[in-house]
């Protein structure tokens, strides 16, 4: 029961913080992943899930982490032609936001993983 409290004072907090800014990619993003985690009975909703990932990286497109995130939704979901399309713009476009170097190697040897992982287009 506290989780669900949890939950619901997070989800309040992100859709305030949309509210605000529309545009913020960490709060499209945090709201992306919590409807995408969530069980229905919780909030969940895969389909919002989606926009609001593809929300954030259109927002912010060099926002390597909500990129990731929707990569591995879409391969969650077997779409692996979007997913190849996200992966691919990790490996090749470089970040322009305060990324460290390390942490942008590592989004992008990730990202060659998983794109090795995908099963070849026909």
């Given at each position: 029961m506290a989780s669900a409290l949890t939950v619901n004072t997070l989800k309040t907090h992100v859709r305030r913080a949309l509210e605000l800014n529309p545009h913020h990619a960490?709060?499209?993003?945090?709201?992306?992943?919590?409807?995408?985690?969530?069980?229905?009975?919780l909030g969940g909703d895969p389909d919002m899930a989606i926009t609001y990932l593809i929300q954030a990286t259109e927002v912010q497109p060099d926002y390597m982490?909500?990129?990731?995130?929707?990569?591995?939704?879409?391969?969650?979901?077997?779409?692996?032609?979007?997913a190849r399309k996200e992966l691919r713009h990790i490996i090749d476009e470089p970040s322009r936001s305060p990324v460290s170097e390390s942490k942008q190697h590592?989004?992008?040897?990730e990202a060659q993983i998983l794109l090795d992982g995908l099963p070849s287009l026909h």
């Open positions: 960490p709060a499209l993003h945090m709201m992306g992943m919590m409807l995408e985690e969530l069980p229905w009975f982490r909500a990129r990731r995130d929707l990569t591995k939704t879409y391969i969650k979901r077997q779409n692996h032609r979007a590592h989004y992008q040897q």
